[in-house]
Structures are given as C-alpha cells and as structure tokens.
C-alpha cells in the first residue's frame, strides 16, 4: 500500500480534534439533562460525523501497521476501530435510554476498555520508531500515559487533559507519513 494518500486519514485527524469541542459541548448539556429533542438530532448527527472522520483517522494507522508489518499496530487499530463505532452507539443509546447512567459500572468498564485499547493502541507505536523517529516515541509515551489514566479511573480527568495533545500527536504522525 505504498501508494496510499496518507493526507486523507492526517485531515480525517484534524475534523477528529475539532469535533471534540461540539461533543464536549453536547455531553456537557445532555449530562445537565437539557437535551431537547432537535439538539439530540444535532447530537446524533455530531456523533456520527465525528466517528466516520475518526475512523478515517485510525484507517491511516492500519494502512502504517502493513506498510511496516506490524501486528500490534494492525491489531490496535482494527480494535480501536471497531471500539469507536461501539462507544459512539453507546453514547447514541445514552442521550435515548438515560437510565442506561443509572449504575456506574456500564461508564467505569467503557473507561477502562478505553484506557486498555488505547494503551495497546499506544504501545504498538514503538513499532513505528524506525520509520518516524522521535515523533513515533512521543506518540507512544504520551499515548500509554493517557491510557493508563483511564485505566486506573480516578485519574481520568489526566487522560481528558493529555486526549488534544495525543491526538495532536497522532495528526502530525500522519501528516509525516503524507509527507514521504
């Protein structure tokens, strides 16, 4: 797949990041239980969007993970994949079926799901240091630190902090990559 157009998933990367701040917005209103039902469609319509460009995004690190033979990093990107489409039908069901909130123990697992995958994610990144050097490194480092926050829960807040600077990360890891 040498051919690959790795601007695509790098631009995917850039709509993933600014869509953070409307979900952000959204999930701030839907948590007060203000959602009406034209910003839920919004909401829907929000969650969607940025799903399909974040799938994009993570589609450009499958194409790496085979372009460098690494199972880690395919595997990492196939389960971060499939995670994404899971947690976004799940916030989807949240805004329908808020009793779905009603015990703790549904939110804290997807946390630590979260905080595993994207710490395997993170890991499999090393994989990529021949290639993109420091920038593959700092990927990785940041990435299991931001992983290991979800994981633990209460230090989650950490991991929403570190989330834009990651993900950052990851654009330029991929804008590298478009560059070659």
Do not use: C, H
Not at 58 to 77: H, T
Not at 120 to 130: M, P
Not at 147 to 166: C, D, E, R
């Amino acid at each position: 797949m040498k051919n690959f157009d790795f601007r695509i998933p790098y631009q995917a990367g850039i709509l993933t990041l600014i869509s953070f701040l409307p979900l952000f917005g959204f999930e701030i209103v839907r948590s007060g239980k203000n959602l009406t039902t034209s910003l839920a469609g919004l909401y829907v319509f929000t969650i969607i969007a940025s799903t399909l460009v974040t799938l994009v995004f993570i589609y450009g690190f499958y194409v790496l993970g085979k372009e460098e033979k690494s199972e880690p990093l395919l595997l990492s990107s196939s389960i971060s994949m499939i995670f994404s489409v899971l947690s976004s039908s799940y916030t989807i069901a949240l805004i329908y079926i808020p009793s779905l909130e009603s015990s703790p123990v549904l939110p804290i697992a997807v946390l630590i799901v979260a905080g595993a995958i994207e710490f395997f994610f993170s890991y499999s990144l090393f994989g990529l240091q021949d290639r993109f050097g420091k920038t593959a490194k700092n990927n990785a480092i940041w990435g299991i630190i931001l992983g290991i926050s979800y994981m633990t829960f209460f230090l989650a807040f950490i991991g929403l902090i570190l989330l834009v600077p990651v993900y950052w990360m990851r654009v330029k890891l991929l804008k590298q990559a478009s560059e070659e």
